[in-house]
């Protein structure tokens, strides 16, 4: 079974700096992996996600992440942080064999001050 | 993109009544919905997976006669909270997905909150 980690429940960032945010997962077979973001009263919205193939994927709004096997990461960045990026951030997981099993991080909530 | 509706997007009932939410897909067919609550400050918890036409598979622990799940076509699904009590508030958000898509991922609706007095 999958499972994810996102360390941090709270990032606070200043707008302009860097964005950082972890994932760890954990899977016996290969992953797939995603980034979502969720504003408040909302539902999910994709930022990005890792298939198969190049393990640094790009997203909307100028975030990327890079698939790190070794590590068992998946960390969300953006170079630049914007006071419209502050929302809930979820990593998730699901596998090849069943892609309708998709476990969710906890969350980790960006706050981007001015 | 992938659109899925949700709606309402807010409900307020007395205690004892049913509510029922749909959730549709807009511009693909939906082979898998899945349901899903959330607490506040929580992540999401999977509820039930359904598939066009068939049973929904419910997570241990949910109530299947308490959340009724129907999905009858490719693009709706609906979720009946029966006979709703305060505890049963919460944030439902629903996801949609089609099997005909390689690698395709769940595409969410914005989410029902549901608030029982």
């Known amino acids: 079974a999958q499972s994810v980690t996102q360390l941090g429940s709270h990032v606070s960032v200043s707008e302009g700096a860097l964005v950082l945010l972890r994932c760890n997962y954990s899977s016996s077979v290969p992953p797939y992996l995603f980034w979502y973001v969720q504003y408040p009263n909302q539902g999910l919205q994709l930022l990005l996600k890792y298939t198969t193939g190049a393990t640094l994927v790009k997203g909307i709004n100028g975030f990327e992440a890079e698939f790190k096997k070794s590590e068992t990461s998946f960390h969300l960045t953006k170079p630049s942080a914007h006071m419209s990026d502050a929302a809930e951030y979820f990593c998730?997981?699901?596998?090849?064999?069943?892609?309708?099993?998709?476990?969710f991080g906890a969350g980790t909530r960006l706050t981007v001050k001015p | 993109g992938a659109v899925v509706s949700q709606h309402p997007s807010w409900v307020i009932c007395k205690s004892g009544t049913s509510v029922k939410i749909e959730c549709r897909s807009l511009d693909f067919q939906a082979t898998t919905m899945f349901w899903y609550r959330q607490f506040p400050k929580q992540s999401l918890m999977l509820m039930a997976t359904s598939n066009e036409g068939s049973k929904a598979t419910y997570e241990q622990g949910v109530e299947k006669d308490k959340f009724l799940i129907n999905h009858a076509s490719l693009t709706l699904s609906t979720l009946t909270v029966t006979s709703a009590h305060p505890e049963d508030s919460s944030f439902y958000i629903c996801?949609?997905?089609?099997?005909?898509?390689?690698?395709?991922?769940?595409?969410f609706g914005d989410g029902t909150r549901l608030s029982i007095l």
């Open positions: 996801s949609a997905k089609s099997s005909r898509v390689s690698n395709q991922p769940q595409h």
């Open positions: 998730a997981v699901s596998d090849l064999a069943n892609n309708n099993d998709m476990r």
